[in-house]
């Protein structure tokens, strides 16, 4: 679909977040973190393959991003994480989208459409604060991330999600931007 910064948010859990890396990486990049084909690099060995900030073994940080040495403005492929929904790891991940990636003296990343994916949207995504200025710090996390981006999808699925329905949709904060529902 054109994504070339793709973030899958699996849930609060390592073991959550293992089981999705992995199946990201047999259904999607491809290979594993050793660079072993699998799942769908089996059936087209001579595509190009996306690349993968994390592996089943290590959610994301800023020391493994800079050790690949990728910059989002000049990748092909697309650029996926597999992370969990931990406020340290999301601050981490906007850090280093920032610092690494803006474009001089703006305070966006052009031209790299992001997509979004929120395993269990209904679990600490959502703004649980009575001051809507205030936002919960996951919420405020998720919101900082998808702001440094012009193209942007946000996705977020559950299997309860009734939940996101009572939050209101005019709810905008001047520096995050509108909510996330």
Known sequence: AGYKFIVVIAGIHNNL???????????FVGR???GNLLGVGLRNKGRSFPASLTNPKS????????????????ITDPVIVVIKKNVKTLSALHEWLKNFNTAPG????????MLMIDDEADHASINTSKE???PTRTNQELRRILKLFRQKSYIGYT?????????NPDSEEEMLGDDLF
């Open 159 to 167: 299997a309860t999600p009734f939940a996101n329905i009572f939050i």
């Open 17 to 27: 977040r293992k089981q999705t890396q992995e199946r990201v990486d047999e259904g």
């Open 32 to 34: 594993n973190n050793n």
């Open 132 to 134: 809507h200025n205030d």
């Open 106 to 113: 703006s305070e966006h990343i052009p031209d790299i459409p």
């Open 59 to 74: 959610d994301f940080t800023i020391k493994q991003a800079k050790a690949t040495n990728i910059k989002l403005n000049s």
